[in-house]
C-alpha cells in the first residue's frame, strides 16, 4: 500500500477514535501525573516564609496582592486578636482590616529563608491601614452621612498605583469599592469608587452588591461581580438575581454620584455564583470561577474555571458582548467521598506570561486522598488537564503573582516550613553549644542543649493548621 493511503488511514481512525471518546464524554487532554513530589512539607520548589510573626493562635492572613512596584502586599487580616495593636483609638476592631507589609529586598536569601519568628507583625513593617470617616450616600440616600471605618468589613485589596488602593467595603447591606491613598497608613483618605442608580433612590430599588474587584492591566477597566436582591439576602422571602461579570470604565467615575455619567456593562450571562474574576496580561481575557450553570450545566453548588474575551475597543463604546468565546477550562469529576456541598474551583490568577492559570481547588490531590484546598495550575486555553501547582497538606489558598518576577504569593496554614524548623533548631543548638555555655556558670549538658532545641521547635511547630501566613514560591 502506497504510504500517503498508509498515513490517510491512520488519520481516519485516529478521527474514528476521537469521535467515539467524544461521544463516551471522555476528555482528550492530557492527565496529570500521578506523582506528588514534596520538599519537605511542601511541593517542591524555593519557598519563604513572609509573615514570619507568631501575632495570632487561630486567625487568618489571606487576600493579598503585591503593588506594581513589587515593593508591598497588601491583605486582609482579623486585627482584633492581634496584641501588636489591640483597638483602634480606644475602640476595639470587630471587623477584617487591611494591612501593609513591605516585600524585603533580599526575600530569597538564606538569612531569610531560615529566620526565626517575632512575636508582633509591625516588627516585620507591618501596618494597619486606618481609613479617615468618609462621605456615603449608600446608607441614606440622597443626603451623605459620614461612615465610621469601624463599621465596616474591608477586603479584596487591589493595587490602583503604588499609593493607592480599591478595596470591598461591606455596610448597611451593600457591598461597595472604596478608593484609599495608602500613602500614609496611619491616616487613609477614601472614597466609594461609583453608585448605582438605585441608590440614590429614597424609596424602592435593588439592593446591588459589587464584589471581587479586578483592575486591567492598563488600569482604564475594572471587572467585578456583581447580584442584586429586593431586601437583605439572609431574609428568606428575598428575591435575588443571578450574579455576572461587569466592567467600569476607570475613566468615567470621577464623580461616583453621576451615575449618567458613569459606563458599567455585563460580560458574562448571570450564574448562580460568578467570583474571582482576573485579567490575562495582554488585558484581552478574564479568567473567572462559576457554577456550571451559566452553559446549561446544573451541576449543584461546584464551580469550575472558564474564560471569556473582552475587547477594549469595542468596550470603549460602552458595552461589549455577552459571553465573548465563552471557555470552561475545568472539568472536575465528582465522586464519593467528595465535598457535600459540592467542589470548588476558584481564585483563578494568570501567571506572568498569560500561558497558564493557577486556581485553588478541593479536588483529590494526586496520589492521595485528600480532600483539602490546594493550588492547581491549567493552561490558560485548556488544551490539557490541569496539574498540581502547591500542596503542602494545610490549605493552600489566595495565589496572586509578583508580576516583576512572576513568583507566587500565596496563604497556607502550613505553618513554618520544615527547611526553616531544621534551620532554627540547628541555630539554638550553635547559639548554647558556642554562646550560651561559654558564659554559663552552670554549662548545659548536650541532652539538655538537644532538648531546649527541640522544646522550641515544637512550640512553633503548634501553628502549623492553626494560623494562615503568607508565603512566597518559586521555582516550580
Known sequence: MPKRFRTRNVILVYLAVLALLLALGCSTKQEPAEVLELCGNHSCGELVMVTVDTSSDGYQYLDPAISPDGMQI??????????SVPDYDGEPILDRQILLLPVPDDLWSDALKTRRPVPSIQ????????????????R???????VNALDITKGNPVWLTENQLLIKAR????DRFLVVNVANPSSCPSRVLFYESDDLLTTGGFIWYHDDPAISPDGR????TRFGCDADPNFEDANCTGESIWVLDMWTASAPEDTNAIVTFPVTSASAGISGPTWSPDGRTIAFSSTTDLVGDFGGTKTEIFRVDFDPGEAAGGAVALDSNLQRLTFTEVSEGDPIVGLQNYSPVFDAGGNEIYFVSSRRTPGSTLRIRSLWRVPSDGRLEPALLFFSRYDDVDPAINRQTGDLLLCSRMGFPSSQLDAIEAQTIDFLTNVYNDTASIPLTEVEIQRRASDEREELQFFEDVMSQLYMFRGF
Open 123 to 138: 516588627m516585620l513593617g507591618g501596618e494597619l491601614v486606618r481609613l479617615e470617616t468618609f462621605q456615603s450616600l449608600v
Open 221 to 224: 477597566w475594572l471587572a467585578y
Open 140 to 146: 441614606r440616600p440622597n443626603n451623605p452621612i459620614p
Open 74 to 83: 497588601a491583605f486582609t487580616a482579623d486585627w482584633s486578636v492581634i496584641p
Open 171 to 174: 455596610f448597611s447591606r451593600r
